[in-house]
C-alpha cells in the first residue's frame, strides 16, 4: 500500500506553547488528507478534511482557530495545535488519499502530551 | 453520534475459534474499508469493498458488503493470538467516518 508519513511521533510540550504536526505521502500526491483524533480505547474522531490550496473544513465542534490546517502541497498536510493545553494530550492521526473514491492510507500517529 | 456503529465493542475468545464483527449503518457509503490498529500505531488498511454484496477474502478473514452498501461485516476463521487488535470499518460519505471499533483478544 501507499506510504504515510507522520511526524512526530510522540511530542510533550508545555502549556500555552503550540505543536506543529507533519503529514506527508511519500510516493503518491494526496489531494485530500484527513485529520483524526483519538483517545484512548476509543476510534478515530474525523477532526478535519484539508485539500491541497484551499482552507480546511472542520467537523462541528472543533475549534478551527486551535487546530490550524495546511495544506501547501499534494505531498504535505500540516496540523498545529495552538496554545495547548492539558485537554489537547491525545492520539492525533492523519491520512491521506489520491482522489476522491480512492482508498486512504494512514500515517503512525503523533502521541500528543501537553504538561 | 456515530455514523457506523459496530459491534461486538469487545470480543475475547480462545485461539481457533471463529468470529464475525458487524458494521451498521442508515446511510449509504459508495465505499467501505476495515482497518486494524495495533497499539500506538496508525490503522492498517485490510480491504475496501465497494459492490452491494461484495465478498472479499484475505486468508482467513472474510469480508462482506450489504447489498444496500449500508452495512459490511467481517469474519475471521480459527482466530490466533496474532490477529488481537482493533478492528475499524470506516465508511466513504464525502469524507471517511469510522466505527466506533471492536477491541479483539484472542488468547491462546
Known amino acids: 500500500g501507499a506510504v504515510v508519513s507522520q511526524h512526530p511521533s510522540r511530542v510533550i510540550c508545555k502549556s500555552g506553547t503550540s505543536v506543529k504536526i507533519e503529514c506527508r505521502s511519500l510516493?503518491?500526491?494526496?489531494?485530500?488528507m484527513f485529520w483524526y483524533r483519538q483517545f484512548p480505547k476509543k476510534s478515530l474522531m474525523l477532526m478535519a478534511t484539508?485539500?491541497?490550496?484551499?482552507?480546511?473544513?472542520?467537523e462541528q465542534g472543533v475549534e478551527k482557530d486551535k487546530f490550524l490546517i495546511n495544506h501547501a502541497s499534494l505531498t504535505l498536510s500540516t496540523l498545529t495545535v495552538t496554545s495547548a493545553h492539558p485537554e489537547d494530550s491525545s492520539f492525533y492521526i492523519c491520512?491521506?488519499?489520491?482522489?476522491?473514491?480512492?482508498?486512504?492510507?494512514f500515517g503512525q500517529g503523533t502521541r500528543l502530551t501537553v504538561v | 453520534t456515530q455514523l457506523l456503529e459496530q459491534s461486538p465493542q469487545f470480543l475475547s475468545i480462545q485461539e481457533g475459534e471463529n468470529l464475525t464483527v458487524y458494521c451498521n449503518s442508515s446511510?449509504?457509503?459508495?465505499?467501505l474499508q476495515w482497518y486494524r490498529q495495533e497499539p500506538g500505531e496508525g490503522p492498517v488498511l485490510l480491504v475496501t469493498?465497494?459492490?452491494?454484496?461484495e465478498v472479499k477474502k484475505l486468508k482467513r478473514l472474510t469480508f462482506q458488503f450489504g447489498d444496500a452498501r449500508k452495512d459490511s461485516s467481517l469474519h475471521i476463521t480459527a482466530a490466533q493470538p496474532g490477529d488481537t487488535g482493533l478492528y475499524l470499518c470506516?465508511?466513504?460519505?464525502?469524507?471517511?467516518?469510522f466505527g466506533s471499533g471492536t477491541k479483539l483478544n484472542v488468547k491462546p
Open positions: 491520512s491521506a488519499r489520491l482522489d476522491r473514491g480512492t482508498e486512504a492510507f
Open positions: 510516493d503518491f500526491q494526496a489531494t485530500t
Open positions: 484539508s485539500n491541497e490550496g484551499s482552507k480546511a473544513t472542520y
Open positions: 446511510s449509504v457509503f459508495s465505499s
Open positions: 469493498v465497494v459492490t452491494g454484496g
Open positions: 470506516a465508511g466513504e460519505f464525502n469524507k471517511f467516518y
